[in-house]
């Protein structure tokens, strides 16, 4: 199938976007330097929530804010010194750094074939290390902990009985069930149309199958939705409402204009044929 020549405002897009769309060729160096980033991610959170380091009460201080103090007895109880000494809500959220680099590593190792230069390798991997870690100090900090949060919830003690031991705030295990959701669903989406693409007679054709029938940037949502539920187990209810509605307008609006000229220009009637068939832009039924 033919397509059209990118205009001269796609070409000039092309050389802002950090993902190159629509060069498809193997980027070793960028690989790796995302993939090394992402990993170093996973101790940096757990250097910033363990009483051991604790490396995030040390910056709060520094910026004078004070910190909730050390949790002890720890609400989480699984014989590991290392997890127990996180309390079950920075358990959540070292488990949530670690689940978010590993699906990050998964897509520039796997899901994606666009081309992924150093640059921009560099540029994500920060990103989102200072997204995971501004989470964390926000846990930490007394007047923004999700800790606070009510209402909470009574959990095992483990036979012992500390006053406090067994409450969690509802809003750590919303978005822990809520982030295992989001994750689950922009995966399994990129996952299909890896697939989908992967075969020769589809290599021009648009994905609508499974997932990508419910919305157009089906991805866009798993990936809002799992932000938006970090933020909530670090800062509340209100922090993960906000961060879930500014990633989801942002690639509601910004994005997703971006992808419909890309599209548009690439795949012509089949892209319009699918924005009629699936009218939703990111969150099926609603937007």
């Known amino acids: 199938m033919a397509t059209s020549p990118p205009s001269p405002r796609q070409s000039a897009k092309q050389h802002l976007d950090l993902v190159q769309r629509g060069r498809k060729k193997p980027s070793p160096l960028g690989t790796a330097t995302f993939v090394g980033l992402r990993l170093l991610d996973i101790p940096l959170q757990y250097a910033l929530l363990s009483p051991s380091y604790d490396l995030g009460r040390r910056l709060l201080s520094v910026l004078h804010i004070t910190p909730i103090p050390v949790l002890s007895p720890s609400l989480l109880i699984t014989g590991i010194p290392a997890l127990d000494g996180l309390g079950a809500g920075g358990a959540v959220l070292v488990a949530m750094a670690a689940g978010s680099s590993l699906k990050q590593i ?26 995971n870690s501004v989470n964390s100090l926000l846990f930490l900090a007394a007047a923004t902990t999700s800790l606070r949060s009510l209402p909470t919830i009574v ?18 295990a919303v978005g822990a069930a809520l982030y295992a959701t989001g994750l689950a669903l922009e995966t399994a989406s990129e996952w299909q149309r890896r697939t989908f ?3 020769p007679e589809n290599a021009d054709k648009v994905c609508k199958v499974g997932l990508w029938r419910w919305a157009r940037h089906i991805n866009y949502f798993g990936y809002s939705l799992w932000s938006g539920a970090y933020a909530m187990a670090a800062s509340g209810w209100i922090g993960g409402l906000a961060v879930g509605f500014l990633v989801g307008r942002d690639l509601g609006t910004r994005a997703v204009d971006e992808l419909d ?3 548009g220009g690439r795949y012509g009637e089949q892209w319009a044929q699918f924005k009629r068939e699936v009218p939703y832009r990111i969150v099926p039924g609603f937007y």
């Open 261 to 263: 000229e890309y599209c």
């Open 106 to 131: 998964l897509w520039v190792t796997y899901l994606s074939a666009e081309e992924f230069p150093p640059r921009a390798a560099v540029t994500l991997g920060l990103f989102n290390a200072l997204f």
């Open 197 to 199: 693409k992967a075969r």
């Open 155 to 172: 959990l095992p003690s483990s036979g012992r009985s500390s006053r406090g031991m067994g409450a969690l705030p509802l809003s750590v």
